[in-house]
Nanobody, 116 residues
Framework: QVQLKESGGGLVQPGGSLKLSCAAS????????MSWFRQAPGKEREFVAR????????SYVDSVKGRFTISRSYAGNTLYLQMSNLEPEDTGTYYC?????????WGQGTQVTVSS
């Protein structure tokens, strides 16, 4: 059974930083397609960042390029999203996602609020 649990969200001022974590079980993070999505109030869920299995690279939505970095821990089976220079438009619930054995799996989300 795949389980994903996000943490690390909170309230931060514009220009600040946060690091989100996604602890995974039932799936091996380093050998899976792992992603971060976010959903702002009243908007659809949108793709933020993806990391492929092994050394197959990363991709980002244009609005976060140069500010966000997706990475993973081999030892802890954890996915991360380092977010810097945060903007109010980054506010939303951030979700961890894995595509595994033909199915999408989601965590419960962690709230990020960027406000002064």
């Amino acid at each position: 059974q795949v389980q994903l649990k996000e943490s690390g969200g909170g309230l931060v001022q514009p220009g600040g930083s946060l690091k989100l974590s996604c602890a995974a079980s039932g799936v091996t993070v380093v050998s899976s397609h792992m992603s971060w999505f976010r959903q702002a109030p009243g908007k659809e869920r949108e793709f933020v960042a993806r990391i492929g299995p092994g050394g197959s690279g990363t991709s980002y939505v244009d609005s976060v390029k140069g500010r966000f970095t997706i990475s993973r821990s081999y030892a802890g089976n954890t996915l991360y999203l380092q977010m810097s220079n945060l903007e109010p438009e980054d506010t939303g619930t951030y979700y961890c996602n894995v595509f595994y054995r033909g199915h999408q799996h989601w965590g419960q989300g962690t709230q990020v609020t960027v406000s002064s």
